[in-house]
């Protein structure tokens, strides 16, 4: 069964640092997302993208964060200088498009560690 | 604004016994509902889904919900639990983002479900 997939699993940074979490969404779907899930708090909407474009970001998704579909498979969020309140496990997800854009697939995420 | 609201941030149940996991949404329009699960260290897993086809949804690892609109309300059920079903427990809805491309999902706080032998 196709599935999201993310890397690295794990990942510890010092603050400042630049980080890029990786994420292959499964192959037809054609809408991409990244949530973020603090420790012990809600899974938060960080930013959707269709269409080589941001379709929605979250008030979180500040100018720190980016997101490129850099090829026909990867998707990336990028955040430039870390900060100790990223830490968090982030999740990637993608929905199919016309036919069921609103089911979400879901990566197993990266935890990602500032220090 | 939709919103859900998952009534217990623990339930405890013994093992062949059903389970329960009470939502509640809130939603101006007939709402997409989901139950993810997220077993320790591991992603999130979609159970089921609701969008306004049958009010009775079953899911895998024989988990069901019904979408009740007079209550507001979309519980998770299971009639005898399993040790592998101890995890947390997400209800979702869909953002109602119609002059969007994309529908963001909303989370719910969380159910932890132990299962005791």
């Known amino acids: 069964e196709p599935e999201v997939t993310q890397t690295p699993s794990h990942q510890v940074t010092q603050m400042g640092q630049e980080v890029i979490l990786r994420c292959v969404p499964i192959s037809n779907h054609l809408y991409f997302y990244w949530y973020r899930q603090i420790l012990g708090q809600k899974v938060e909407f960080l930013v959707s993208?269709?269409?080589?474009?941001?379709?929605?970001k979250s008030e979180i998704f500040d100018d720190q964060f980016s997101v490129e579909r850099p090829d026909g498979s990867n998707f990336t969020l990028k955040i430039r200088s870390t900060k100790l309140e990223d830490s968090a496990m982030y999740f990637c997800?993608?929905?199919?498009?016309?036919?069921?854009?609103?089911?979400?697939?879901f990566g197993p995420g990266t935890r990602l560690l500032v220090l | 604004a939709q919103s859900v609201t998952q009534l217990d941030s623990h339930v405890s149940v013994s093992e062949g016994t059903p389970v329960l996991l009470r939502c509640n949404y809130s939603s101006s329009y007939s709402p997409s509902l989901f139950w993810y699960v997220q077993h320790p260290n591991k992603g999130l897993q979609l159970l089921l889904k609701?969008?306004?086809?049958?009010?009775l949804v079953k899911g895998i690892n024989g988990f069901e919900a019904e979408f009740k609109k007079s209550e507001t309300s979309f519980h998770l059920t299971k009639p005898s639990a399993h040790m592998s079903d101890a995890a947390e427990y997400f209800c979702?809805?869909?953002?109602?983002?119609?002059?969007?491309?994309?529908?963001?999902?909303?989370f719910g706080t969380g159910t932890l479900l132990a299962v005791q032998p």
């Open positions: 993208f269709y269409n080589n474009e941001i379709s929605e």
């Open positions: 609701y969008t306004s086809a049958a009010t």
């Open positions: 979702v809805v869909s953002d109602e983002n119609y002059g969007g491309a994309t529908n963001k999902l909303i």
């Open positions: 997800a993608s929905s199919e498009g016309d036919r069921d854009q609103e089911t979400q697939y």
